[in-house]
């Protein structure tokens, strides 16, 4: 069965200073990962996407992933956090044998702080 | 980024209770999926529907949950009986096609509480 482990529930940084949220996935045949941000009361945000090709993807308000196949991690980050990047982070792996439904990660709630 | 919107945004019903969420999918977008998540719990596939049939469902979705469209248009998901455990957020997920590379995008989520 896939699986997603975020292995921090909480990640805590100084605004301006560099954002990593980490991922890792147990998956068979090839992965299809994604990133989701929600922020309070609000749903999943698509963020990213890693499908082939690049090992670094690029998503929406300046964050990227960095997709590591020999340790099966696919880890979001942002050169420089804002207050506003304060949110849920939720990863997810494609199950490509049961339907595409996403399998989600726990989570990891990020605070920024100014 | 398309939108998915749900009805309605918060739902308090007593148990034993039938509800219907509701959700209004982007436009060509034909693939549907309903995910939950309760409180400080991950978030989890329940079912995915296609051509009005159900693609592939959970252990979650028994035969308490139902998913239609009923006007071709608007995706429902209904829950004949509710239970306390029932409580949760309901996400209502919509994509253009069913492969693993399509992005399925959701909608703000029913938060639904069983008394």
């Not at chain 2, 148990?15 to 989890?44: A, D, T």
């Not at chain 2, 308490?64 to 009986?81: A, C, H, W, Y």
Request: charge should be neutral; charged fraction near 20%; hydrophobic fraction near 35%.
């Amino acid at each position: 069965a896939q699986s997603v482990a975020q292995p921090e529930d909480q990640v805590n940084v100084a605004e301006g200073n560099p954002l990593t949220v980490k991922c890792t996935y147990s998956v068979s045949g090839n992965p299809y990962l994604f990133w989701y941000v929600q922020y309070p009361n609000r749903g999943l945000q698509f963020l990213l996407k890693y499908i082939t090709g690049d090992n670094l993807v690029k998503g929406s308000y300046g964050f990227e992933a960095e997709f590591n196949k020999s340790q099966t991690s696919f880890h979001l980050k942002k050169p420089s956090a804002l207050v506003s990047d304060s949110a849920l982070y939720f990863c997810a792996v494609r199950d490509v044998a049961a339907g595409n439904k996403l399998t989600f990660g726990g989570g990891t709630r990020v605070l920024v702080k100014p | 980024e398309p939108e998915v919107t749900q009805t309605p945004s918060h739902q308090v019903t007593q148990m034993g209770q039938e509800v219907i969420l509701r959700c209004v999918p982007i436009s060509n977008h034909l693939y549907f999926y309903w995910y939950r998540q309760i409180l400080g719990q991950k978030v989890e596939f329940l079912v995915s529907f296609y051509n009005n049939e159900i693609s592939e469902k959970s252990e979650i979705f028994d035969d308490q949950f139902s998913v239609e469209r009923p006007d071709g248009s608007n995706f429902t998901l209904k829950i004949r009986s509710t239970k306390l455990e029932d409580s949760a957020m309901y996400f209502c997920a919509n994509a253009r096609l069913a492969g693993p590379t399509d992005t399925q995008y959701f909608g703000p989520g029913t938060r639904l509480t069983v008394l």
